[in-house]
């Protein structure tokens, strides 16, 4: 018994751990964002009002799968473990002895 | 500048307290139901009560109250900002009241055109709610951003505003949208219609709470650091976190301040562009034309 809830809390941690990975994703595709709309004030100075909002608003959308990995590693690190540990305690208890 | 009134600075006064009284009443709650506990942690919002309901109990949290809390404290700052408002200009506040009305109502008529314009105090009272709720973790109050009940409701209210604006055209006309361009997509233009809502406040909900986790696992990393560092400091000075003071505020004004209010207009931007985005204009103007033919033509004929 004890076993299996270190097992499911390691495996949660890793898995958390392993879903962020998907941070690289987003890190890159802002730099190339950010180093682009620096090129373009370099070209236009007059135009950095609205290059700055559109590269902000990129950014957002860009950062949209980074999130959705984290929304999963904050659900494996605080929701999962619970919910896990309490089926595998009533599975337990409804086994014939 | 003419002199005001008793009356007139009576009123002021009453406002401003107004204005401070929620975020007050909020930390009283805070602190007298938060229950004390050794060292730092992370929870979601607590539940006060439940009021029970035929389906479901309805769970009142941290986040509603603070919400709450947070909208009553927008509608007595939007009443100072309002009050003694005149043709003739005699208070200062007035100038920085119109200078928001004509910022907003530049951004709506830029992103969305001349025929949303009565959607910008919608913009501006979503963009203040969530910046304001996002802010007022800097008083030490539980930001009701980083809950995703409250933020997923604003994003269905948004996608209930889309849905409108798609249905404008008849719903004949909405369900042939999903058929573009090929009717084989249909079923990925059908899960892409939901994908709106759910990444809207997923990526607000993430990037809120990911500030309070990194913050609150800096706050740990420093006090176990300044207990191995300074702890050989002789009585109580040993057992305070040195380490603690001032440092996490760095981190804060990233986290707290420009984050909250980056993803607080970048949500009000998102609500413009996939409402603005989601309203056939050119069809929608040429039924009305036809429509207006067809009434003609029918008044000929009687």
């Known amino acids: 018994m004890e076993l299996a809830i270190g097992l499911i809390l390691g495996a949660c941690a890793l898995g958390a751990g392993l879903a962020m990975i998907a941070g690289i994703g987003p890190g890159i595709g802002e730099g190339n964002a950010v180093a682009k709309a ?35 590693a904050i659900i494996l690190i605080f929701v999962a473990p619970n919910i896990l540990v309490d089926i595998l305690v009533n599975t337990m208890s409804q086994l014939p002895k | ?144 951003t980083s809950d995703i009940n409250v933020v997923g409701g604003w994003a269905i209210l948004v996608f209930i505003l889309i849905t409108y604006y798609k249905l404008k055209c008849g719903p004949l006309y909405y369900l042939k949208s999903f058929t573009e361009p090929v009717a084989l997509l249909a079923p990925i233009n059908f899960l892409s219609e939901f994908a709106t809502p759910i990444s809207m406040s997923f990526r607000h909900y993430g990037n809120i709470l990911s500030g309070t986790v990194i913050s609150t696992l800096l706050a740990v990393a420093l006090s176990g650091l300044s207990n191995l560092v300074l702890g050989w400091l002789p009585g109580f000075l040993g057992e305070i976190s040195w380490l603690r003071v001032g440092i996490p505020a760095v981190l804060s004004i990233y986290f707290d301040v420009f984050s909250g209010c980056l993803q607080a207009f970048i949500f009000a931007m998102l609500t413009m562009m996939n409402v603005s985005g989601a309203f056939p204009k050119e069809d929608y103007e040429e039924r009305k034309r036809k429509k207006l033919l067809k009434k003609d033509a029918k008044k000929q004929i009687a």
């Open chain 1, 38 to 72: 620096c090129e373009a004030i370099g070209r236009q100075p007059e135009s950095k009002g609205s290059v700055t909002t559109t590269m902000l608003m990129g950014c957002a959308i860009a950062e949209t799968t980074g999130l959705y990995a984290l929304v999963i």
């Open chain 2, 1 to 144: 500048m003419t002199k005001t009134s008793r009356s007139f600075r009576l009123l002021d006064m009453f406002y401003i307290v107004m204005m401070i009284v929620p975020l007050a009443i909020g930390m009283a709650i805070q602190v007298l139901t938060k229950p004390a506990t050794e060292g730092i942690t992370l929870t979601g919002a607590r539940i006060f009560f439940t009021i029970p309901m035929p389906l479901m109990d309805f769970p009142v949290t941290e986040s509603q109250i603070n919400s709450l809390l947070v909208t009553v404290t927008i509608f007595f700052f939007c009443l100072y900002m309002v009050h003694g408002i005149h043709e003739r200009v005699h208070l200062k506040r007035q100038h920085f009241a119109e200078l928001i009305v004509e910022k907003v109502d530049g951004l709506v008529h830029e992103n969305m055109g001349e025929y949303f314009m009565g959607y910008s105090p919608f913009i501006i009272a979503m963009l203040a709610l969530s910046a304001l709720s996002s802010l007022s973790s800097l008083i030490g109050l539980y930001p009701p």
